[in-house]
T-cell receptor
Framework: GAGVSQSPSNKVTEKGKDVELRCDPI?????LYWYRQRLGQGLEFLIY????????KSGLPSDRFSAERTGESVSTLTIQRTQQEDSAVYLC????????????????FGEGSWLTVV | AQRVTQPEKLLSVFKGAPVELKCNYS??????LFWYVQYSRQRLQLLLR??SRESIKGFTADLNKGETSFHLKKPFAQEEDSAMYYC?????????FGQGTRLTINP
C-alpha cells in the first residue's frame, strides 16, 4: 500500500474486555514496530519484528499484551483484560530490513489507533 | 540498555530567535541517532539522521559522544517549526524514542 495502515483508528472499550489492533505495513517492509503513546507522554517501544527473526518483545508492559505477525505482512497487537491505564495511541511503523542509517531507509509511521478504556 | 532523554517537555521561542532542543542518550555501543518531527494532524516523520550530517529545514544536530548528546538546533526559528520533536536512538536493532519536546514558535 501507499503507507502504513492501522485499524481501527478509534476504539472505545470497557475495562476487562480484550482488544485487537491491526497494522498493515508498507509492501516490502520486513521490519515492523509497535509503540504506545499515552497522553502527554513520549513514544514507548513495545515490540519489534524483523523478517523471520524472533521478535524483540522487551517493551511489552505485561503479559496482557501480545503481538503476532505472519511473514512480512499484517501484524496484530492484542491487549487482554484491558485496564484504564492502557488508554493511549498505539502506533505502528515499518521499514526495510536493514539498519535505519542506511541510505534510502527510514521508518514510516501509521496514523495510530486511539484506544480509550472506560 | 538504550535510553533517550529529552529534558524539556515544552519549549517556546519567538520567531527569528535561535532554537535548541536538547537530547541526551545512554547506550553502551555505537549509537545511531535521529530526530523525528510530528506536525499538527500529521504522522510522525524523519527530520534528520546524524550519519548524514545534513541540514533539513534549517535544522542541524551534532553528535557529541563525550557529552552523549545530540541536540537539535536552528539559528532562526519560523512559525512553521511549531511541532512535536522526538529524539531517537537505534541500538542493536530497535528504535527507542525520547519523551518528546513540544516546540511553539510565537509570532
Amino acid at each position: 500500500g501507499a503507507g502504513v495502515s492501522q485499524s481501527p483508528s478509534n476504539k472505545v472499550t470497557e475495562k476487562g474486555k480484550d482488544v485487537e489492533l491491526r497494522c498493515d505495513p508498507i509492501s516490502g517492509h520486513t521490519a515492523l514496530y509497535w509503540y504506545r503513546q499515552r497522553l502527554g507522554q513520549g513514544l514507548e517501544f513495545l515490540i519489534y519484528f524483523q523478517g523471520n527473526s524472533a521478535p524483540d518483545k522487551s517493551g511489552l508492559p505485561s503479559d496482557r499484551f501480545s503481538a503476532e505477525r505472519t511473514g512480512e505482512s499484517v501484524s496484530t497487537l492484542t491487549i487482554q483484560r484491558t485496564q484504564q491505564e492502557d488508554s493511549a495511541v498505539y502506533l505502528c511503523a515499518s521499514s526495510l530490513d536493514r539498519p535505519l542509517i542506511s541510505p534510502g531507509n527510514t521508518i514510516y509511521f501509521g496514523e495510530g489507533s486511539w484506544l480509550t478504556v472506560v | 540498555a538504550q535510553r533517550v532523554t529529552q529534558p524539556e517537555k515544552l519549549l517556546s521561542v519567538f520567531k527569528g530567535a535561535p532554537v535548541e532542543l536538547k537530547c541526551n542518550y545512554s547506550y553502551s555501543g555505537s549509537p545511531e541517532l535521529f530526530w523525528y518531527v510530528q506536525y499538527s494532524r500529521q504522522r510522525l516523520q524523519l527530520l534528520l539522521r546524524h550519519i548524514s550530517r545534513e541540514s533539513i529545514k534549517g535544522f542541524t544536530a551534532d553528535l557529541n559522544k563525550g557529552e552523549t548528546s545530540f541536540h537539535l538546533k536552528k539559528p532562526f526559528a519560523q512559525e512553521e517549526d511549531s511541532a512535536m520533536y522526538y529524539c531517537a536512538l537505534q541500538g542493536a536493532q530497535k528504535l527507542v524514542f525520547g519523551q518528546g519536546t513540544r516546540l511553539t514558535i510565537n509570532p
